[in-house]
């Protein structure tokens, strides 16, 4: 490796409390959607993780990769994508370093890809509205969230929380949003690199991590396969009949290839199907409050899956200290391989639509 400096290797201990606290969404933290897991599936035990010091450079938060020091130290930019068959191609979503998938209204899905660096990006979007799941996503992992309107829930999870965002349909948005007259609105609202930076100086946002910030995901210092795990060469998500994306594994590349509406979905700025070294499903209590908008708890705890290298196993997630954690079903935190990851956060009482071939 370039401009190696120093190698050490850290042992690492991690110590758990012995029961999860009931939080968020009515308080019901004890994972109630079950789903039946193969026993005795874990990660190859890392007692030693090898970090080697690259001047200038250090592991990335997002993604453990080695990324410039002044970008991890920097807050990650969260922006709201449309997911619908109107919207695609979508624009410049293969450069996030991690994308969520979460339910809206009508049953269709919406994304939200988060950025350590956006850097170059002529074209992101379609920029969609916000959803107050997706805020509290957000803020947990301290980013500024992108977005163009609201829900009604949504503004109210932006000024409660107090999270720092930037809205296309106020006066900042004449600095960062911008419209495709080749595409019918509101599919037509896209953002740029350039845009994104302008709104952020006039706004004046802080763009340094808060002190009580605690990083998402833990990091293996390199790629593991899963132990005693099961096979996931595909891996479909079937919110309903009609939206059921999936997963196709490439072993040669040891990459996810990401499938939707009967075909890739390309990134249409690099023509580049999106793939990603991670995927994670976390089963949640989603509902809705009235009849119509949705609720996705997502400051709560419960069952999962994780995807890796062609193999799955169960896990558990957990909100506390102000984000998301992950761990095994032993206890011991959840160390995930280094690359983007995409999360699918899935109907509790649903399980039944996530299926590995």
Same mark, same amino acid.
């Not at 609105?185 to 609202?189: D, R, Y």
């Given at each position: 490796? @370039?401009?190696?400096?120093?190698?050490?290797?850290?042992?690492?201990?991690? +110590? +758990?409390?012995?029961?999860?606290? #009931?939080?968020?969404?009515?308080?019901? &933290? !004890?994972?109630?959607?079950?789903?039946?897991?193969? @026993?005795?599936?874990?990660?190859?035990?890392?007692?030693?993780? $090898? %970090?080697? !010091?690259?001047?200038?450079?250090?592991?990335?938060?997002?993604?453990?990769?080695?990324? *410039?020091?002044? +970008?991890? *130290?920097?807050r990650p930019m969260a922006v709201m994508i449309n997911n619908i068959g109107e919207a695609m191609p979508q624009s410049g979503i293969g450069q996030a370093d991690v994308i969520y998938e979460m339910v809206v209204e009508g049953g269709i899905t919406r994304l939200m890809a988060v950025y350590s660096d956006y850097s &170059?990006?002529? @074209?992101?979007?379609? /920029?969609?509205? #916000?959803?107050?799941?997706?805020?509290?996503?957000? $803020?947990?992992?301290?980013? /500024?969230?992108c977005h163009v309107g609201g829900s009604t829930l949504g503004y109210s999870e932006i000024e409660s929380s107090g999270i720092d *965002?930037?809205?296309? %349909?106020?006066? /900042?948005?004449?600095? =960062?949003?911008?419209?495709?007259?080749?595409?019918v609105?509101?599919?037509? #609202?896209y953002a740029s690199a350039e845009g994104l930076d302008s709104a952020i100086e006039h706004t004046g946002i802080n763009m340094t991590h808060k002190s009580s910030y605690d990083p998402m995901f833990a990091f293996s210092s390199k790629n593991k396969d899963i132990e005693n795990g099961s096979p996931a060469s595909k891996i479909t998500t079937a919110f309903s009949s009609s939206r059921a994306p999936w997963f196709e594994y490439n072993a040669e590349e040891k990459?996810?290839?990401? =499938?939707?509406? &009967?075909?890739?979905?390309? *990134?249409?700025?690099?023509?580049?199907?999106?793939?990603f070294q991670?995927?994670?499903?976390? =089963?949640? $209590?989603t509902y809705s409050p009235d009849g119509y908008l949705m609720e996705v708890c997502n400051e709560d705890s419960g069952d999962g899956y994780y995807a890796s290298n062609g193999q799955y196993i169960p896990i558990r997630w957990r909100y506390e200290n102000g984000t998301v954690h992950y761990y095994l079903t032993s206890g011991e935190q959840l160390m995930m391989n280094p690359g983007k990851t995409w999360i699918t956060f899935f109907d509790a009482e649903n399980t039944g639509g996530i299926t590995f071939e």
């Open positions: 490796m @370039k401009n190696m400096k120093l190698k050490t290797t850290i042992g690492i201990t991690i +110590l +758990l409390g012995a029961a999860l606290t #009931a939080a968020g969404c009515g308080g019901k &933290g !004890n994972g109630n959607g079950s789903v039946s897991v193969p @026993k005795a599936a874990m990660m190859s035990p890392v007692s030693d993780i $090898e %970090l080697i !010091n690259t001047e200038g450079k250090v592991l990335s938060d997002l993604t453990g990769q080695w990324i *410039d020091q002044a +970008l991890n *130290d920097r &170059g990006l002529t @074209k992101i979007g379609p /920029v969609r509205s #916000a959803r107050q799941y997706y805020v509290r996503s957000a $803020e947990q992992m301290d980013a /500024v969230y *965002d930037l809205d296309g %349909l106020t006066g /900042v948005g004449n600095y =960062f949003i911008y419209r495709d007259n080749s595409r609105a509101p599919h037509n #609202a990459q996810y290839y990401r =499938f939707q509406y &009967g075909d890739k979905q390309i *990134d249409d700025q690099t023509g580049e199907q999106l793939h991670n995927v994670l499903i976390l =089963f949640a $209590e």
